[in-house]
C-alpha cells in the first residue's frame, strides 16, 4: 500500500511538472511568433480568476445539481458512526455528509479543504453495500479530502485553462496580424504555433484526466491503508461496476467526482483514453494485490 501510495504521487508531480513546461514554451513560441507576451500572462489570470470560483464555489454547485440532501446523526446512524470512526483514523474533520436520492450506487466527496469538505453517498450504495463495502468507499472518499486532491485538481484546472486560452489567443490574433514577415524563420515559426495552438488544448485534456485518474490509484490505496482492509473497497467496486443503472443525476461535468464513473460509457480504447477514472478490473487488482 506505502509503494503505491508513493508511486502515484510520483506520477502525479511528474504530470503537473510536464504541464508547467508545456504551458512555458508556449508561452514562449506563441510570444516570439507575435513578439508580445501578453498571451502566457493574459492566460494565466483569466484561469486564475475561473479557478477561484470554481474552487470557491464548486462544492456548492456539485452537490445542488446532485440533488443532495444534507442528513444528520439521527437520520442514519451506522452511516455517521462509519465516516466518524474513519475521520479520527485518518486525522480528519468530520465533514457534512448528504444523501443523493438515486437507486444507482455510487459516492463523492467535495470541498476546497478538510475543514470545508462534504461526503456525499447514494441511496443506492447504502441499500446495496455491506458495512465493509461502504467502509471502503468512504475511506476512498475521504482520502480524497485527506490527500488535497481538490487542490491539486484546482492547479490542473489553471494549468489546462491557461493553455487553452493560450492556443485561443493566439489563432484569434491571426486574423488581427499586421506584420509584414515574409522571411522563412517567421513563416516557419507561425507555422508551428498554429500546430501547436490546435494539438496543445487535446494534449492538455489528456494530461488532466491522466492526473485524474492517478488521484483515483491513490485515493484507493489511501482508502486500503485507512481500513487496513483492501477487499472492502474492491469487492464494493466490483458491485458499483456490475450495476448498470446510470446516476440519473450524474452529467459529464460532475462524472469526474464519483468513485467510479455514473454515465457507465465504458469501452473501446478511446473512451479509456478520455475517462476520468481508471478501469475498474485494473484497480480491483491493485487493492487485491496490496491484501
Request: with cysteine; glycine share 6%; net charge neutral.
Amino acid at each position: 500500500m506505502y509503494n503505491q501510495i508513493d508511486s502515484n504521487k510520483r506520477k502525479t508531480i511528474v504530470i503537473i511538472t510536464i504541464f508547467f513546461v508545456v504551458m512555458l514554451a508556449l508561452g514562449y513560441i506563441f510570444s516570439l511568433a507575435f513578439n508580445n507576451s501578453i498571451f502566457i500572462v493574459l492566460a494565466v489570470i483569466i484561469s486564475l480568476i475561473q479557478a477561484w470560483v470554481g474552487y470557491s464555489y464548486g462544492d456548492k454547485l456539485a452537490l445542488s445539481v446532485s440533488h443532495a440532501v444534507e442528513i444528520k446523526h439521527n437520520d442514519n446512524e451506522q452511516l455517521f458512526h462509519i465516516v466518524e470512526n474513519l475521520c479520527i483514523a485518518g486525522g480528519l474533520p468530520m465533514p457534512k455528509i448528504y444523501v443523493i436520492p438515486d437507486s444507482a450506487p455510487n459516492a463523492f466527496a467535495t470541498g476546497r479543504d478538510p475543514k470545508h469538505a462534504s461526503l456525499a453517498v447514494t441511496s443506492g450504495l447504502l441499500d446495496k453495500l455491506n458495512k465493509t463495502e461502504l467502509e471502503g468507499v468512504i475511506a476512498h472518499e475521504l482520502s480524497h479530502i485527506g490527500n488535497r486532491d481538490i487542490l491539486v485538481m484546482m492547479v490542473v484546472m489553471v494549468l489546462v485553462g491557461a493553455i487553452a486560452m493560450m492556443a485561443d489567443f493566439f489563432m484569434r490574433s491571426l486574423w488581427f496580424r499586421r506584420g509584414n514577415d515574409r522571411d522563412n524563420s517567421g513563416q516557419i515559426l507561425m507555422l508551428v504555433g498554429i500546430v501547436l495552438a490546435i494539438l496543445a488544448p487535446i494534449v492538455a485534456t489528456l494530461m488532466q484526466l491522466a492526473v485524474s485518474r492517478k488521484r483515483e490509484y491513490l485515493a484507493d490505496a489511501s482508502g486500503a491503508l485507512l481500513t487496513r482492509y483492501p477487499e472492502g473497497l474492491a469487492t464494493a467496486l466490483e458491485k458499483i461496476a456490475v450495476d448498470k443503472e446510470p446516476l440519473e443525476v450524474a452529467n459529464k461535468a460532475t462524472a469526474m467526482l464519483y468513485i467510479e464513473n455514473p454515465l457507465k460509457d465504458h469501452g473501446g480504447w478511446l473512451n479509456g483514453l478520455f475517462s476520468t477514472h481508471p478501469p475498474v478490473a485494473d484497480r480491483i487488482k491493485k487493492l487485491r494485490a496490496m491484501a
